[in-house]
């Protein structure tokens, strides 16, 4: 059995988590088995949609033409469109509609959290929808010292100055404005902001948070997963101060690689994410400021060791094994391949043969 991940219009999204996530299934269907493929003219029986750009959509088409099985990832939802890009809170209701087409076109969804999946049920989708992590390389993003000298010689940091560090692009969905003003309340304590957005992009007061921060804040840019990985082991406390996620893949590197960790307490992480146990969360800029303080000075409970329990539970592994049962559910695993054929006249004649076979045996979808 192969998968093809299609990647029309990921190019778009390559510094996001969505393209994460896809760098991520091959890994998860590799743990199980299963084969990927990254061409139409490969032979697949299954076809993985990550985007919800037309091409997507128009890929969608291609496939159940050709009888494949279609598993439509949904990473995003209105909720977490609002407050991204310019003119992206009045153009939401028309996103709405636009991924509801979308996320219809597929035989199954796949939706990181419950949270998300309670939004996308919400929107009146019919077709079955499953949540699952977007898992994490608990192998590569795990706790080193070495790592940790590296980022601190980078950015000149000595052992007893303390980094606090967010991830993510430069909108205020992320909590950027929000991250700005609690750098501006610790004057005495390193703020580092990895990621970027074209300033183009965004709107007037992102630009001017950028533009005003103090001179204990650096944006450094976006950077490859070696030096992310570098600036999680090196920092002291990774602050997520988004006010919408449909998972946060960030979130899950952080405690991988298991340094202190505080996140805005949002629905998404109800039920997995626990203040107090895993992971601290706060309500607002006075109480990220209260908690951050609490963390760095070592007045609150080291969680970290918690906090890798839960990236450990959502290892590519187990989110393979997970992977697996959505597909023998959904009857996925039962998909027969049809070898692959070359020119016109023998593909229409395995389409003849294929809907013959389907007549006689309705149990099963034929891939052609």
């Not at 469109?81 to 996320?103: D, E, V």
């Not at 909590?175 to 610790?186: C, I, N, T, Y």
């Not at 054929?341 to 023998?346: F, L, P, Q």
């Amino acid at each position: 059995m192969n998968v093809f991940l299609y990647a029309g219009g990921l190019s778009l999204v390559k510094r996001s988590g969505v393209a994460e996530a896809v760098v991520h299934q091959k890994e998860m269907l590799s743990s199980i088995d299963i084969q990927t493929v990254c061409k139409w003219s490969q032979p697949s029986d299954v076809v993985h949609l990550n985007t919800i750009f037309p091409d997507s959509l128009l890929a969608s088409y291609r496939a159940r033409q050709r009888k494949k099985k279609i598993v439509y990832y949904g990473h995003s939802t209105m909720e977490d469109f609002r407050n991204s890009f310019k003119g992206s809170n009045f153009f939401a209701p028309l996103f709405r509609r636009w991924i509801i087409r979308c996320y219809n076109s597929g035989d199954v969804i796949i939706t990181p959290t419950e949270y998300s999946k309670g939004l996308l049920e919400s929107y009146g989708i019919k077709k079955p929808i499953y949540s699952l992590s977007n898992g994490i390389d608990t192998d590569f993003f795990a706790p080193n010292e070495e790592r940790r000298k590296a980022f601190r010689a980078e950015y000149k940091l000595n052992e007893r100055e303390k980094a606090v560090i967010s991830v993510g692009h430069y909108i205020e969905r992320k909590g950027l404005p929000d991250f700005v003003e609690l750098a501006r309340r610790m004057p005495d304590v390193r703020f580092f902001w990895f990621g970027y957005t074209d300033l183009k992009l965004v709107p007037n007061n992102i630009r001017e948070a950028i533009e005003s921060a103090p001179p204990n804040l650096c944006f450094p840019g976006y950077v490859d997963r070696n030096e992310l990985r570098d600036a999680y082991c090196g920092c002291d406390l990774f602050a997520f101060m988004t006010k919408e996620e449909t998972e946060g893949i960030v979130v899950l590197e952080a405690l991988a690689c298991g340094i202190p960790a505080i996140v805005s307490d949002i629905p998404v992480y109800d039920g997995w994410l626990k203040d107090g146990v895993n992971i601290y969360k706060a309500k607002g800029l006075d109480d990220f400021a209260k908690k951050t303080e609490a963390i760095l000075t070592g007045y609150l409970p080291d969680l970290t060791a918690q906090g890798r329990e839960v990236a450990e539970e959502r290892s590519l592994q187990s989110t393979g094994l997970k992977l697996k049962e959505i597909y023998e559910k959904e009857h996925i695993l039962n998909q027969q391949s049809v070898p692959k054929r070359y020119g016109r006249r023998t593909e229409y004649w395995a389409e003849q043969n294929a809907a013959k076979k389907m007549q006689n045996d309705l149990s099963l979808t034929q891939i052609i």
